[in-house]
């Protein structure tokens, strides 16, 4: 098989699954009852949500000209969030695709060698997800009631272990652990151990490039920046629809691990991903599952159509920026 069929019917199948997910979070939705809770949002509460996730995109794209910066390349901060913009829009039709392209593109105006940049987005991969890990950890900590609630709207409660059954798995996890320490040799020589040991490598050395990076105060500002974008676009957006008043905005955390593990699939645009984990996660809160499934419609909307206003312009941007 090759690559491209391989990848063509990956992006069919998780294009699929995704749609699904989209039809079984609306199937018992009536549009008009749909409609009904957002036509009342408030415009301008709407454009504050849309300018906070609008303000992780510049963050993003200054915390990449520091890294370029610690490699010795100067670029315009102005190129970089354009470029930022344009891998957003990119993501939403061919996921993880966009951050090719936005490397391509500072490779087209600012000459800056593909590997490097590259090398970069990496970096950022690994601190967003470190990030990311630090928020569902915490929200495991702090809403574990909840979170018992919301993998039982999901269907994927966990099961109540017997004593017999603990001791069960603890006694095979032994003999596996034994089994693997045993034949190490061997299991060490498979080619998907090797990439995984290449993967698990690439991270510490990206995480020890880190050093290299000036002024790491701001790098870390940055950074966590970004993240409380995201989670202050959903707590903003409690306060803009009616219905929510009983949503405080530190549960906007709790809604936001939900909302980033829709993310997580590589499904163009989160579609349907997203709806699903966010409009479960405020049926968990104590909403009802049509205005849970209205809040998804909305918040994902509105920041998918940034994404393409601002992927447009990023787009023009560039292609005039690379012209000189």
């Not at 997910?21 to 409609?35: G, K, R, S």
């Not at 994927?156 to 996890?173: C, D, G, Q, R, S």
């Not at 061997?186 to 990206?206: D, L, N, R, T, Y």
């Not at 699939?265 to 966010?278: D, E, F, K, Q, T």
């Amino acid at each position: 098989m090759s690559a491209w069929v391989k990848k063509s019917a990956q992006y069919v199948i998780f294009l699929g699954i995704g749609l699904g997910l989209l039809y079984l979070t609306f199937i018992n939705v009536n549009p008009v009852d749909l409609w009904e809770d957002i036509k009342d949002v408030s415009i301008e509460g709407l454009l504050g949500v849309i300018a906070i996730g609008f303000l992780a995109i510049i963050f993003r794209g200054l915390r990449w000209v520091q890294m370029l910066q610690s490699l010795g390349y100067e670029v315009r901060g102005s190129r970089a969030i354009a470029a930022v913009c344009l891998s957003y829009l990119v993501n939403l039709v061919t996921p993880r695709v966009g951050e090719v392209a936005r490397c391509t593109a500072l490779n087209k105006t600012d000459d800056v060698p593909i590997d490097k940049l590259l090398g970069t987005v990496v970096l950022e991969r690994i601190v967003d997800t470190l990030l990311f890990a630090t928020v569902v950890i915490s929200t495991l900590l702090i809403s574990n009631e909840e979170l018992s609630s919301f993998l039982a709207e999901s269907d994927a409660n966990m099961p109540e272990l017997k004593t017999t059954t603990i001791v069960l798995i603890l006694v095979a996890l032994i003999l596996a652990v034994t089994a693997i320490f045993i034949t190490r040799k061997h299991w060490k020589q498979w080619a998907i151990v090797q990439k995984i040991k290449a993967f698990v490598s690439g991270m510490f050395e990206g995480l020890r490039s880190l050093r290299k990076v000036k002024n790491k105060p701001l790098f870390w500002f940055y950074s966590v920046g970004i993240w409380t974008c995201y989670v202050a676009t959903i707590a903003v957006g409690f306060t803009i629809m009616n219905g929510l008043e009983s949503v405080g905005p530190e549960q906007a955390f709790f809604v936001s691990v939900a909302a980033g593990l829709g993310f997580v699939i590589p499904i163009p645009g989160g579609i349907g991903a997203y709806h699903y984990l966010v409009s479960k996660a405020l049926v968990v809160l104590g909403l009802e599952p049509g205005l849970g499934k209205s809040f998804a419609t909305l918040i994902h909307s509105s920041q998918s159509l940034m994404f393409v206003f601002t992927g447009a312009l990023g787009f023009v941007f560039l292609y005039f920026a690379g012209r000189k």
